[in-house]
């Protein structure tokens, strides 16, 4: 059975901080892995996505892999109050299909 | 490009009614994926098509859901019978054949009452 765990949260941070998001998984077959962030009442959009070990940066966001760990992460940095949403992570097999976690609410305090 | 796009947003029915909607993908994209959401919840695995073949299934899906993609252009899944059990947001999302990241549609949020 394979099973992404998040933290259901809210995780409340306050603007301008850094806020840190992590995921779990259970099978070692994971291949790709991926954050959305979605609105409420919006579907999920792609902010990042990584494949190896290590860390990815995008703008304001950074991806964290730890495949050893079968870990990963998402930094926010500089947090602005449009960051505030539901944070979902994904994680892929070879068959294409994800399987996802239920969610992290973020609260980003002005 | 426009992005994916989904019809109706919309659709409160009757339990037993049947319904119908329609995904139209990026254009560029081959891969076609239906998902399931409900409150509090990560999306659920409906079903993928490649081209016009639909290669996976979940074995959750129960057989009143059916979806096709006749030409490997938009997809349509169709819900018969529904139960208020359906409630939820049905989201479509399409990805090219060697990517993993799939793009979403706004979704239709179904209300069977």
């Known amino acids: 059975q394979k099973e992404v765990e998040q933290n259901s949260g809210p995780l409340s941070v306050p603007e301008g901080a850094i806020a840190s998001l992590n995921c779990t998984y259970s099978?070692?077959?994971?291949?790709?892995f991926f954050w959305y962030r979605q609105y409420s009442g919006k579907s999920p959009e792609l902010i990042m996505f990584?494949?190896s070990n290590g860390d990815k940066e995008d703008g304001r966001f950074t991806a964290q892999l730890n495949k050893a760990s079968q870990y990963v992460s998402l930094l926010i940095r500089d947090s602005q109050p449009s960051d505030s949403a539901t944070y979902l992570c994904a994680v892929g097999y070879s068959n294409y299909q994800l399987i996802w976690g239920a969610g992290t609410k973020l609260i980003i305090k002005p | 490009d426009t992005g994916v796009s989904q019809n109706p947003r919309h659709k409160i029915t009757k339990r037993g009614q049947n319904v119908t909607f329609r995904c139209d993908p990026i254009s560029e994209h081959n891969r076609l994926y239906w998902y399931r959401q409900t409150l509090g919840q990560g999306p659920e695995f409906l079903t993928y098509f490649q081209n016009e073949a639909q290669l996976e299934k979940s074995r959750l899906l129960s057989d009143r859901f059916s979806a096709e993609r006749p030409k490997g252009s938009f997809s349509t899944l169709e819900i018969q019978r529904t139960e208020q059990g359906d409630s939820a947001m049905y989201l479509c999302?399409?990805?090219?054949?060697?990517?993993?990241?799939?793009?979403f549609g706004p979704g239709t949020r179904l209300t069977v009452t």
């Open positions: 099978d070692r077959g994971s291949q790709s």
């Open positions: 990584i494949y």
């Open positions: 999302a399409s990805s090219t054949w060697t990517g993993d990241e799939q793009y």
